[in-house]
């Protein structure tokens, strides 16, 4: 035989059908078709939902933008300038109806049309997007409430890089988008901004809120780098405690580390300068963390249930609490019966 002509397969020979039995459709596959027929639906509904609103909010335009108000036979019907600066302003009173019609509050009601508003008429590309059902609504709608407060040109600067990405990016995308706008095209307003939020900044350790277990809530807002040089500290003080062979979880770590970070330094002695002299005009001593636990009796349980009272935050405490206090460097603990 030659093999070097000979077919692999007799193409011309007649195969035989195999019976192929479709999978069977369990009541789970059903429901997630169902599930998904809903969806689409409801997607379909918010987009003609939200072209309605916006057709009907240019049918109650307050024309007269001098004095943005006009007479009604309700009376004087001022204009709401419900989204950002150039759209138009709708009635008030239109507003207060169409709350009352979708079951908002009017403060609500505002915002909601607001959002779509700024969304149909400073927002174009989007809104297209929108309408052809590439663009969620709900995140069109949030989109548009983060651009309320730009000028004109800054949010059609959004519009234009947002737009065609706008169903994928993430919502850090749209505020460092959003942020960006501001600082191109009103970079004043920018600077007023970050001046506030400079202002804001502060430090919360709720120790209110202490209880048995032992912890309690810290939040902060610093300036970023501030929190830059937190986060190297913190972050370089836990992989040392890792590799020192602490065995707690990463996150564990990093809250003990916090707490050694602000031990060493209450233990150094802090010298004020003169700035104009540079002479060392006085020193505020450092201190110990000084730890005060009231225990009721040797076998560490009180009448009321609670094994001892920790003096500093007035809240009961575990002995386990206080051996491992016992053990943490630069702490001092005075227990008192």
């Not at 609504?137 to 737009?163: M, N």
Request: proline fraction near 5%; hydrophobic fraction near 45%.
């Amino acid at each position: 035989m030659d093999l070097g002509t000979a077919p692999l397969f007799d193409l011309s020979a007649p195969v035989a059908d195999e019976a192929v039995e479709p999978a069977p459709v369990t009541r789970s596959r059903e429901l997630l078709a169902e599930i998904r027929d809903h969806r689409a639906v409801v997607a379909e509904r918010e987009v003609a939902t939200v072209r309605a609103v916006a057709e009907w909010a240019g049918e109650h335009v307050v024309a007269d933008k001098g004095d943005a108000s006009t007479i009604t036979e309700r009376g004087l019907d001022t204009g709401l300038p419900v989204a950002g600066p150039g759209a138009r302003l709708i009635s008030d009173f239109a507003v207060m109806e169409l709350s009352a019609l979708l079951g908002r509050s009017l403060d609500s009601g505002r915002s909601y049309v607001g959002q779509v508003v700024e969304l149909a008429y400073r927002l174009p590309r989007t809104w297209d997007r929108v309408l052809e059902g590439r663009v969620p609504v709900w995140k069109a709608l949030r989109i548009a409430e983060s651009t309320r407060t730009l000028p004109a040109d800054a949010a059609g600067f959004v519009d234009r890089q947002l737009a065609p990405i706008a169903h994928g990016v993430s919502w850090a995308q749209i505020d460092r988008l959003v942020e960006e706008a501001l600082v191109r095209y009103d970079p004043a307003a920018a600077e007023e901004k970050r001046t506030a939020a400079q202002e804001a900044r502060r430090v919360d350790i709720d120790l209110d809120q202490a209880g048995f277990d032992g912890t309690a809530e810290v939040s902060a807002t610093l300036d970023i780098a501030d929190a830059l040089d937190l986060e190297a500290a913190v972050a370089r003080r836990a992989k040392l405690l890792g590799q020192l062979g602490c065995e707690d979880s990463l996150d564990v770590r990093r809250s003990v580390a916090l707490g050694e970070i602000a031990r060493h330094d209450l233990a150094l002695d802090l010298e004020v300068v003169d700035p104009e002299t540079g002479e060392i005009t006085r020193t505020v001593p450092g201190r110990r963390v000084e730890l005060i636990v009231h225990l009721n009796d040797t076998g560490g349980h009180t009448a009321d249930g609670a094994v001892g009272r920790f003096a500093n935050t007035r809240t009961p405490i575990s002995p386990e609490q206080v051996k491992e206090w016992m053990g943490t460097p630069g702490t001092s603990v005075l227990v008192r019966r």
